[in-house]
Every structure is written in C-alpha cells, then in structure tokens.
C-alpha cells in the first residue's frame, strides 16, 4: 500500500501540506462511526442474546460478560504497545478491524444456524438445555476475535486521527479541536442508532438480521478506511512508553544497591539530533528508580556515549516517565471502583429488565431490555449540556466569574452518586422479585420504569466521576503520553470487570446452601440480588473514605505534565 511515514519535524510538517487533513479524516471518521455502531450493536444486547438463544444464566453468565468486557479493555494496553513499537497505527487499527470482522461474522453464524445453540427452552425459570462445549467453543472464538480487535481499535483511532494534523501551528490546532467534536458527535450518532434501532431488531425481529446489519458495517468500515490509506499520514513506531516503563523498573531492580551520599553521575540520553550524550551529576536526587539512570561503570556507555544495553542504563526522560504514571495512582485506583458499579448496571440492570413488565403505552409497545442502557447515556449528555450551556453561564452572571466544580468535587459526587444508585437498585429489586414472587411469574408485573432512577444515577455517576477521571489523566500526563493515559482508563475498566468477577464467584461460593445462593440462579427470582447490590454500595462509600481522606490530595488540577 502506497502509505507514507514520517519521523523528523520538518519532513512531517511538509507532508502535512501533501497529505493528511480533512481529506483523510473524512475516512477515518466514517470507519470509526461504521466501527462503533457494529460493536455497540452487541455491547448494548450481548446480556440478552446469551439468555435467549443460549440459555446461559447466574454466574456463569455474568462471568462470560465480565471477563469479555474486561479482556476487550485489557487488550487496549498490549494493542497500544505493538502500535507504537511494530505495526504503527495505520496497520494496527486495520488488522484490528479485520479481527473484530470475522468475530462479528462468527456471532451472526451462531444466531443464522440452529446447531450452533442449545434447543430452545419453553419454562425459562427451569431449563435444562445447556450449550455443549464445541457450541461455547464458536462462541467464544467470535467473542475473543473481537476482543482481540477492540484491542486493536480502541488506542488508535484518535490519536490516529490527531496525527493528521501539525499542531505545531495555530491552524493545525484549531483543526485537532474541530476533529474531536466531530469524533464525538459521530460517536454518540453510531451509539444512538445501534441501542435504538439494531438493539430493536435483534429483540423484536430477529437476531440473524440484527447481527449481520453490525457485521456489514464492520465490513463497510474497513472498505472505507481502505478508500482513504492515499491520503493518510502514518507517523512510524518510535517504540513505546509501556516498554521503557517496563525496562525502567528492570534496571532499577539491578542497581537497587547503589546508595546515595556520593556524587552521582545520571545518564541524560542522546540530544534531539543524535549528535550528543549529556551526563549530569547530583548527589541529592536517589529514589528507587532514579537508579536505572545511574551510570555506574563506564562500560555501560558506548564509544559514543550511548547506553549499550537498555535493560541496565535508562535515560532520565524514559524514569520521569514512570513518575509520572505512579503520580496518577492513587486517583486512578478510585476509578476502578466507579467502573464496577456501571458493570452492574450494564449486566445485572439488564437481567432485571428482562424479567419486568416491558410494555408501554396505549398500544402495549414492546421496550427491548438493552434500551435500559440509552438512559444512562441519555442522562449524561443531558447533565453535561445543563451544566456547560446553563448553569456555568447563570454562575458566571452571578459571581462576574467562570466558575467550575473542581475535579475533586467532581468525582466525590460522582461517588456519592453511585452509592445512590446502588441503594436504589437493591430497593427496587426487592419490590420487583417481591411482586414477581406474590404472582408465581417469570416475569414481575412491576413495569420496567422503575429501573429508570437506577439508570439515570448510573449516567449521573458516569457524567461526574468517569469524565472527571479522563481529564485528570490528561492533564498530569505530558502531551506524549496522552496515549498511555487512554490505556491507563481502559485499563481501570477492565481490572473493575475482573474484580466483579472475582467478587461474584466468591459471594457464590460463600453464601451456596442446598444448591441456591444470592446469585447462582438463573431466574433472579429465586436470587438475592439486593443483597449484592448493598455489597457494591458498601465498596463505593468505602471508596468515597478512601478518595476524600487519602486520593483526594493527588487529584490537583494545576499540575500538568510538559
């Protein structure tokens, strides 16, 4: 393919002129709007497509969704890597693409051929048709690919976007601000379309339909990302930050015997051009992995004064690096625990849904269950509109001042928001399996209504907490690390998916008596779903202790990284 790459400044302002601009984001924002209304097509619905078509339920279900939704943002980190050390973006999100294709075409192939499900089952309460092993095996493989290409996708496509600009100029500045509006806005379109429209397809009409429309779309996605590769700017792999962390903590752990007190002598690196090697001395500066900087034996530099072996001598730029990642810790844990609880929601949320009075109005209109989501989603953009357009305003007339809720206000509200909605949930639950169990029914006659205060505080929490936890890791990570921050947040996402998983198994295993416990069931009829419920809304307000009294002093908004 005729794509071409750049490393030196001038050369890729000059390819800037030829290439890259608004004439190859029109591609890449149209493969990244056909891309999000595939996969959001099966994140919105996967919960109910498992339950119906293969009769999964209990914790073996929660655990499929927990782990695929968790690996799906893990992977985000190993995609990252290989794209800023191998592949370089263009071939990392293309071969991601592809990837996350063939595992759409396998979940179609599972909906369009009966032999790749169980038997259907009449009494859903009681069903005895359990997928084989060969059946998950498909199942599996499809969800795996398409792990494997969210991976792919996820850290790439904005800053593959972001590099079709030089924002090294005014203009190339304003056009980077212009893109990412537009990327959002695409973004909120696909979402939109996919939990409305496919969602209503795949739960009214028919699943082999609703999942070949998201499998053409993928195709459509990489066909037009293909259309637009002799426009692109491909910036080459210059090697990638996961892996000097990495090779930072391995060379500290070898000089961990060096002590200071001495005048020591720090390795610099090479200058921009590669002409020099600087080398500085101080006597005062010596934590831990300030030592993989330390040159210890001259040896250890080359005839030109380089680093001969970059598992043992690291430059200083490459530990300001791994300073700047542990800084963001203690913040970064807090988001861990708000991701569980919008786990839930996308889980457990929907489960409830699906055994409550879905219909609605006059003429008895089917709600499909994955529409739950869309109140959420819905909630936040209708927060962030009042708080951006409405309220700053109205402050600002009042006080003569632009003022904004601080980030730590922010995400303590964003906490306390999702304690609410966990006490809510677990109330709202028990008066759900209480009328379903008083009418002997699957299905409560409580309408599905009453899920929406539980899901408009899941929005409120994510408006808050989430979004105050994206900017935080933007602002402290220097502007080269910006990619690391995204990996970071999808990273919290993922270890929340995990430690549900963990949570779930254990609370399984513990309160199990006479075959039953709170989740084991797959009609939450015969669970104690609150009882979880309350468990997650005692992690969140342990959370909230945790943030106010110890994370809250890390979580400064006037430090950013340079």
Same mark, same amino acid.
């Given at each position: 393919m005729?794509?071409?790459?750049s490393?030196?400044?001038?050369s ?19 493969n990244e ?21 293969y009769n ?10 927990n ?11 190993a995609g990252a890597?290989?794209s ?7 071939? +990392?999100?293309l071969l991601g693409?592809?990837? %996350? =294709?063939?595992g759409?075409?396998? #979940?179609a @192939? &599972? ?5 790749l ?8 309460s ?36 972001a590099?079709q600009?030089?924002t ?5 500045k304003a056009?980077?601000? +212009? ?6 806005? %695409? =973004?909120?379109?696909?979402l939109v #379309?996919? @939990? &409305?429209?496919?969602?209503y ?19 459509l ?5 293909l ?11 210059e ?5 000097d962390i990495?090779?930072?903590?391995v060379?500290a752990?070898k000089?961990?015997?060096v ?5 020591l002598?720090f390795?610099?690196?090479p ?18 992995v ?8 001259p ?26 990642v ?16 919008t ?5 457990y ?10 219909t ?11 529409w739950?989501?869309l ?13 951006e357009?409405?309220?700053i305003p109205?402050v600002k007339r009042i ?14 509200i964003g ?29 409560s ?11 408009a ?30 990996a ?9 998916s ?36 309350f468990?997650?809304?005692g992690?969140?307000?342990a ?7 110890f ?9 950013k990284?340079?």
């Amino acid at each position: 393919m005729d794509i071409e790459s750049s490393s030196s400044p001038s050369s890729r302002a000059l390819l800037k002129k030829e290439k890259g601009g608004w004439r190859a984001i029109k591609y890449i924002i149209a493969n990244e709007s056909f891309e999000k209304l595939a996969s959001m097509s099966l994140i919105g619905n996967l919960s109910v497509y498992l339950t119906t078509k293969y009769n999964l339920g209990g914790v073996f279900l929660v655990n499929v969704i927990n782990i695929w939704f968790g690996s799906c943002n893990v992977l985000s980190l190993a995609g990252a890597f290989v794209s800023d050390a191998y592949l370089g973006r263009f071939w +990392t999100l293309l071969l991601g693409s592809i990837a %996350s =294709f063939i595992g759409m075409g396998i #979940i179609a @192939l &599972t909906a369009a051929l009966p032999r790749l499900r169980p038997e259907a089952c009449n009494d859903p309460s009681n069903c005895s048709n359990q997928p084989t092993k060969w059946q998950l095996g498909v199942l599996f493989s499809g969800l795996g690919l398409l792990a494997i290409g969210a991976g792919g996708i996820r850290p790439c496509n904005i800053a593959f976007g972001a590099d079709q600009f030089d924002t090294s100029t005014k203009k190339g500045k304003a056009q980077l601000e +212009t893109f990412f509006n537009w990327w959002y806005f %695409s =973004f909120t379109v696909a979402l939109v #379309i996919a @939990l &409305t429209g496919v969602v209503y397809i795949q739960t009214n009409i028919s699943w082999v339909i609703g999942f070949v429309i998201p499998t053409a779309c993928f195709a459509l996605s990489i066909t037009t990302f293909l259309i637009g590769q002799h426009s692109y700017i491909c910036a080459k792999p210059e090697g990638s930050v996961f892996a000097d962390i990495v090779k930072v903590v391995v060379a500290a752990c070898k000089k961990r015997k060096v002590k200071p007190g001495a005048d020591l002598t720090f390795y610099v690196g090479p200058s921009d051009d590669g002409s020099s090697t600087t080398l500085v001395r101080d006597k005062h500066r010596l934590r831990f992995v300030d030592k993989a900087s330390v040159v210890t034996n001259p040896n250890e530099l080359n005839e030109d004064g380089k680093a001969k072996y970059k598992w043992r001598l690291c430059t200083m730029q490459q530990v300001k690096n791994i300073k700047c990642v542990t800084a963001i810790l203690p913040v970064w844990v807090t988001g861990i625990a708000c991701f569980m609880l919008t786990d839930q929601q996308n889980i457990y949320g929907i489960l409830q849904a699906m055994q409550m009075d879905k219909t609605f109005g006059p003429h008895n209109f089917q709600v499909p269950a994955g529409w739950m989501n869309l109140v959420s989603m819905i909630t936040l953009a209708i927060w962030i509109s009042l708080y951006e357009c409405v309220i700053i305003p109205i402050v600002k007339r009042i006080t003569g001042r632009k003022k904004r809720l601080t980030m730590k206000q922010r995400i303590e509200i964003g906490i306390i928001m999702g304690i609410t909605c966990m006490i809510v949930a677990a109330f709202q639950e028990k008066k759900r399996r209480a009328s379903a169990l008083k009418n002997g029914s699957f299905v409560s006659p409580v309408s599905i209504l009453m899920l929406l205060p539980q899901f408009a505080l899941a929005g409120l929490t994510e408006a808050f907490s989430a979004v105050a936890l994206m900017e935080f890791l933007t602002v402290r990570m220097p502007e080269h690390m910006r990619a690391v921050a995204g990996a970071i947040f999808f990273l919290s996402s993922s270890i929340a998916s995990y430690i549900c998983t963990l949570l779930i198994n254990v609370i399984d295993a513990v309160t199990r008596k006479e075959g039953k416990s709170w989740l084991g069931d797959k009609d939450l009829n015969k669970n104690r779903l609150e009882n979880y419920f309350f468990i997650i809304a005692g992690i969140q307000f342990a959370n909230l202790l945790y943030f106010r009294f110890f994370a809250s002093r890390f979580a400064t908004e006037n430090k950013k990284g340079h």
